[in-house]
């Protein structure tokens, strides 16, 4: 029994009866010194062994005669209900910056907030995301976009469309893109959010000041979308890791659009305005 214990076995089959001792005695032992699975192999004829056996422990019972595929299977499926689930595999999710595709949902988000993207924005995005950072030919695109399109019509035109489209929902600026950038007799790149230096001293009074400096500053739409994710994320984050607020922090820094006035800027929209106000009084109540 303790080298039963000791080999860590997977699998017991105890085959009854056993001259001299009891089954359901060695049954409940085995089961509480160990936790194999147990299958207990008895007489046809002996009905009652069956509930004895299951009350004593045994994850299953199997009557005489029986056939070796039939053991076989019994064998793999207790093995597997002991062994618990198999792991599942890490979904497929791609970053860049607060884009964020989880592509087995089949979602999209920027700054946690969720995207509209049709399904050919969608693939380009994917495309363009796994490889971030290095050009991808206009082929290939028009390829993606192509794909499952019984028709076969899908043109250069369609795919700049689909480029433009992609630009209004996820660049803070769409009329200079910096993140979806044409490479010019290639094709497009997407780049990612450069790392901002870690801010020294107390992060929290700082944060508190990039949030009032983000109500002076003039956004295009989707520039105040990433705003009002990050205070999302800022809200959920304040009794956390530092570390989640040191990255909104940062987002926000990317987000200053500089001295130039981006295409379709607008101030802050009044609902957010008052959020980021009682967010930045709950970082940094002692400055008012």
């Not at 009866?17 to 085995?30: N, Q």
């Amino acid at each position: 029994m303790a080298g039963l214990a000791a080999r860590q076995a997977d699998l017991v089959l105890l085959d009854l009866p056993l001259p001299g001792v009891p089954g359901a005695d060695l049954c409940r032992v085995l089961r509480a010194r160990s936790s194999a699975g147990i299958i207990v192999l008895g007489a046809a004829h002996f009905e009652p062994d069956a509930p004895i056996a299951l009350d004593c422990g045994a994850d299953d019972y199997l009557a005489k005669p029986f056939g070796l595929r039939e053991l076989v299977a019994r064998i793999r499926a207790v093995v597997r209900r002991r062994r618990g689930p198999e792991p599942r595999a890490p979904q497929d999710v791609l970053a860049g910056g607060p884009v964020v595709l989880d592509v087995g949902a089949h979602r999209a988000t920027l700054a946690g907030q969720a995207l509209d993207l049709p399904l050919k924005e969608f693939q380009l995005l994917e495309t363009l995301l796994r490889q971030a950072g290095r050009p991808v030919a206009r082929a290939r695109l028009l390829h993606t976009i192509r794909s499952g399109d019984e028709s076969g019509h899908q043109g250069s035109n369609t795919l700049s469309v689909h480029i433009k489209r992609l630009r209004t929902k996820i660049e803070p600026d769409p009329g200079a893109p910096s993140h979806l950038v044409t490479v010019r007799g290639v094709g497009y790149k997407f780049v990612p959010w450069p790392a901002q230096p870690t801010p020294p001293g107390d992060l929290r009074p700082d944060l508190a000041d990039a949030l009032r400096t983000a109500l002076g500053w003039r956004l295009p739409p989707a520039g105040w979308m990433l705003v009002d994710g990050l205070a999302r994320e800022i809200e959920r984050s304040l009794n956390s890791d530092p570390v989640e607020l040191r990255v909104a922090r940062q987002r926000l820094d990317l987000l200053q659009p500089g001295t130039a006035t981006p295409a379709g800027a607008q101030p802050c929209p009044e609902h957010l305005s008052e959020r980021l106000e009682a967010i930045a009084r709950r970082l940094a109540p002692d400055r008012g």
